[in-house]
C-alpha cells in the first residue's frame, strides 16, 4: 500500500513537471517572408529574397526585406510574443519594396503568438493569421 502511494506521488509530481517545462520548439534561426497580410488578405511573397533573423536567447529580430535594414527586440515565452518593437534604416528604395517594408513592420507591431510547424512559423495577432516565415 505504501508503495503504490509513494508511485502515486512520484507519478504525480513527475506530470505536474512535465506540464511546467513543456518545451515549446525554438523560434532561433533564419527564415524568409513566405505570406503576408495586406489589406485583410494573406498574399504570397513571390520570388522573396527576405532574409529575417530570430534570436530567442538574444531577443533580437533583424531582418533585410530588398533595401532597408529593420531591426528590434521581442520576448517570447511559450508561444506567446510580446510586442515587437522595430527600427529601420529610411533609404531610397524602389515602390514595390517600400510598400512591402512597410506591411511588414504593420503586420510585425501586430504579432502576439505564434505556432512552429515544421519549417515554418505562423504569426498571429490574437487568432487572426498575420504572416509565415519559412526557415532557410
Do not use: W
Amino acid at each position: 500500500m505504501k508503495q503504490s502511494i509513494l508511485l502515486l506521488l512520484c507519478l504525480l509530481s513527475f506530470t505536474t513537471f512535465a506540464k511546467r517545462v513543456a518545451p515549446v520548439a525554438p523560434i532561433t534561426g533564419t527564415y524568409m517572408l513566405v505570406k503576408h497580410k495586406v489589406n485583410q488578405k494573406l498574399v504570397t511573397v513571390a520570388g522573396s529574397k527576405t532574409k529575417i533573423k530570430l534570436d530567442q536567447s538574444r531577443e533580437t529580430i533583424q531582418c533585410y526585406l530588398g533595401c532597408n535594414t529593420i531591426s528590434g527586440d521581442f520576448s517570447a515565452i511559450g508561444n506567446v510574443i510580446e510586442p515587437l518593437q522595430l527600427i529601420t534604416t529610411e533609404m531610397y528604395c524602389s515602390a514595390r519594396i517600400s510598400t512591402l517594408e512597410r506591411q511588414f513592420a504593420k503586420n510585425m507591431a501586430l504579432v502576439n503568438n505564434f505556432k512552429s510547424r515544421s519549417r515554418d512559423l505562423y504569426l498571429y495577432h490574437d487568432e487572426e493569421l498575420v504572416m509565415v516565415l519559412r526557415r532557410k
